[in-house]
C-alpha cells in the first residue's frame, strides 16, 4: 500500500476480486456463485484474520448496488401495473409483516428479551431483500410476469412500511427509556412520513414523469452515448439520493419511482437497459458486506436461536404470505412463487437492527442473529424455488390467472419458435402467412399477446428448461428456431435441444464470433450473427 490511506478502492478491489474468485469455484463445485460472494464477504470481514475492509463503505457500495437493481425494475414497472398489484400487495404486505413480527416477538420473548426488543427483531424478520428478489425472479424470467409483478409490488410496500418503522424505533426509544410520549405526537410523526412520501411521489408523477423523459430523449439527440450514459446514472443514483434526504424514502422506493418514470417511453427503457452493466457488479457487492457482518461464532453460541429466527423467516413468514395469496383467490402456483420469493431477508432488516442497537432498544446478539439468518436463508433461497417448482406443476402460464396447466403441443413437423421480440416475431410472421405450423416459447408478456395476436400457439415459459422444451414437442419437430439474445442461455436452449432431438435443424442468433463458435459446438446448425449479417447487407449494397 502506499503511504497514502484509500480505504474505498482497497474495499472495490477486495471485494469484487475475491468475490469473483470464491465465486468462480462455487459455481465451478455446481453451488450458487452467491455462496462464493457471501464468503468472501466473510474472509474480508472483521471476524477472521487478515484483511479487513471497511464496513461502513462496503454497506453503501451495496446501497448503491440497490438503487441500480431498484432502477431497472422501475424501468419495466408502469403506474398502472402497480396500482393493479396494489390490490394485493398492500394488504399482503401488511398482514405478512404483522404475523413474522409477532413471531419475531415470541422469539424474542423466549430468549427473555423485552417487549420492545422483540418487536423491532421481529419486523426486522419481515422484510425481504431487494437483491435477492429481484434477482431471483430476474434469474427465472418472471420479473415481467402477473406473479412477479406481485411480488414486486409486496415488496415496494414492505419498503414503505420500513421508512415507517425507522422513524418510528426513535420515538419508541425514548418511550422505553421512561420518556411521555403521547400519542398524538407519535400519530404526528407517522403523517408526516406518509406526507413526504406522498409528496415524493406526487412530485415524481407530474413533474418527474415529464422532465426526466424529456432530458433523457434531449441527451439521446446529442448522439453522446457517453452523455447518455452519464444521464441515466445521474438520474437514478440523484433521484434516489435527493428522495432520501429530502422525503426520508428508502434509496430502494427513490430509485423505483426513477426508473419507473424513465422507462414510460420505449426508447428511453432500451436505451437505459443498455446503460446498466454496473448494477450487477455492486449487486455482488451487496453479498460480500452481508457476509462481512457475519460473526460465524454465532452458528456455536446460539444454533437453536438461529435455527428460530430462520424457522420465522422461511416457515413461518412463506406460509403467512402464501394463506393470504390464496385467500386473494390466486393460483397455487403464484401463491408459492410469492412466497418463495419473499422467504428471505436482508439490507433493511440490517439497517432497522443496527438502528435497534443504537437505540439500546435489542440487545448486540440480536445483530448476529438477524445476519445469520439472512445468510442461510439467502443461501437456501433457490432450493425454496426449486421445491416450489415442484410443488407446483413446472410450467403453469405465467401470465393468465388463473392458472391453467400448461398444455403439451399436439404440432409434431412444426417449428418451435424461441422468443418472439424483434427478431422472432418477424419470423413468426412470415411463417404465419406462409401457413407452417409453429410453436412459440416465451416468457414475455408483450411478445406472448404479440404472438398469440399472430395466430401462434404459445408455450409460456423459459425455454432453458427441458420440460419446456418437451412440452413444445423438439422431439418432434422439424426445426428449433433459437431467436434468444443472450449467449449463455442461447447455449443452454440449442444443448437441450440437441439432446432431445438429434435430427433437428436448430437456427441460433447470436452477437459476436464467439458466440458463433459456443453455439456451433453445442450443436446448432446454423448460427447467424447479426452484426455479421448487417456488414454483409452493407457490403452488398456497396457492391451493386
Ligand atoms: P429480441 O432481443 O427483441 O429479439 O427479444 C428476445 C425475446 O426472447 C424476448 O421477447 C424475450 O422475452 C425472449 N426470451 C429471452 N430469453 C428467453 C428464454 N430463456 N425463454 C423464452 N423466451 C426468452
Do not use: C
Not at 66 to 90: T, W
Not at 492 to 506: D, G, H
Amino acid at each position: 500500500m502506499p503511504e497514502h490511506h484509500t480505504p474505498l478502492i482497497a474495499t472495490i478491489a477486495a471485494g469484487l476480486a475475491l468475490a469473483f474468485v470464491l465465486g468462480a469455484i462455487a459455481h465451478r463445485l455446481r453451488i450458487q456463485p452467491i455462496v462464493g460472494y457471501l464468503l468472501a464477504g466473510v474472509v474480508v470481514g472483521p471476524f477472521t484474520p487478515g484483511f479487513t475492509a471497511d464496513i461502513p463503505l462496503a454497506s453503501e457500495l451495496a446501497e448503491i448496488g440497490v438503487i441500480l437493481l431498484m432502477f431497472g425494475v422501475g424501468l419495466h414497472f408502469s403506474l398502472k401495473d402497480l396500482m393493479s398489484v396494489s390490490r394485493i400487495a398492500i394488504p399482503g404486505a401488511i398482514g405478512q409483516i404483522a404475523v413474522a413480527t409477532a413471531m419475531g416477538a415470541g422469539l424474542a420473548h423466549l430468549l427473555g428479551w423485552p417487549l420492545a426488543a422483540g418487536l423491532v427483531f421481529g419486523l426486522a424478520l419481515s422484510v425481504a431483500s431487494t437483491v435477492v428478489l429481484i434477482r431471483a425472479l430476474q434469474d427465472r424470467h418472471i420479473l415481467d410476469t402477473d406473479r412477479g409483478r406481485i411480488a414486486v409490488g409486496w415488496l415496494i410496500v414492505e419498503d414503505l412500511a420500513m421508512v415507517l418503522a425507522l422513524v418510528l424505533v426513535p420515538t419508541a426509544a425514548t418511550m422505553m427509556a421512561g420518556g411521555d410520549v403521547p400519542l398524538t405526537r407519535m400519530l404526528f410523526v407517522v403523517l408526516v412520513t406518509l406526507a413526504k412520501v406522498a409528496i415524493f411521489v406526487m412530485l415524481m408523477l407530474l413533474v418527474g414523469r415529464r422532465v426526466i423523459p424529456w432530458i433523457m430523449h434531449y441527451t439521446a439527440q446529442s448522439g453522446s452515448r457517453e452523455l447518455f450514459r452519464l444521464a441515466v446514472y445521474a438520474i437514478a443514483i440523484g433521484v434516489a439520493f435527493g428522495a432520501a434526504k429530502t422525503f426520508d424514502v428508502s434509496f430502494a422506493l427513490g430509485a423505483f419511482f426513477a426508473g419507473m418514470v424513465m422507462g414510460e417511453s420505449e426508447l428511453s427503457q432500451q436505451a437505459t437497459e443498455e446503460a446498466m452493466p454496473l448494477r450487477d457488479a455492486f449487486a455482488v457487492l451487496f453479498f460480500v458486506s452481508v457476509g462481512m457482518l457475519l460473526n460465524p461464532m454465532v452458528f456455536v453460541e446460539a444454533p437453536l436461536a438461529v435455527l428460530g429466527a430462520v424457522a420465522i423467516v422461511m416457515v413461518g413468514k412463506s406460509a403467512a404470505a402464501y394463506l393470504i395469496v390464496r385467500a386473494f383467490g390466486y393460483a397455487n402456483r403464484t401463491a408459492l412463487t410469492i412466497s418463495a420469493s419473499l422467504a428471505q431477508i436482508g439490507e433493511f432488516s440490517f439497517i432497522l437492527i443496527g438502528l435497534g442497537i443504537s437505540m439500546s432498544l435489542v440487545p448486540n446478539e440480536a445483530r448476529d442473529l438477524v445476519l445469520a439468518s439472512a445468510i442461510i436463508s439467502i443461501v437456501l433461497n433457490p432450493l425454496v424455488f426449486a421445491l416450489v417448482e415442484r410443488l407446483s406443476p413446472a410450467h403453469g402460464p405465467d401470465v393468465s390467472e388463473p392458472a391453467q396447466d400448461i398444455v403439451p403441443t399436439r404440432l409434431a413437423s412444426h417449428v418451435v419458435l424461441i422468443g418472439y421480440g424483434r427478431v422472432g416475431s418477424h419470423i413468426g410472421a412470415e411463417l404465419a402467412r406462409s401457413g407452417t405450423p409453429v410453436v412459440v416459447v416465451e416468457t414475455g408478456e408483450r411478445a406472448i399477446a404479440q404472438a398469440r395476436h399472430d395466430g401462434a400457439e404459445v408455450i409460456v415459459g423459459n425455454a432453458a428448461s427441458p420440460d419446456i422444451l418437451a412440452a413444445a414437442n423438439v422431439a418432434g419437430a422439424r426445426r428449433v428456431v433459437v431467436t434468444t439474445p443472450e449467449a449463455f442461455e442461447a447455449g443452454q436452449i440449442v444443448e437441450q435441444a440437441r439432446a432431445a432431438n438429434r435430427a433437428v435443424e436448430i437456427l441460433a442468433r447470436a452477437h459476436s464470433d464467439a458466440a458463433v463458435a459456443h453455439l456451433d459446438t453445442l450443436g446448432a446448425d446454423l448460427v447467424v450473427s447479426g452484426e455479421r449479417e448487417i456488414a454483409e447487407r452493407m457490403l452488398e449494397r456497396m457492391r451493386e
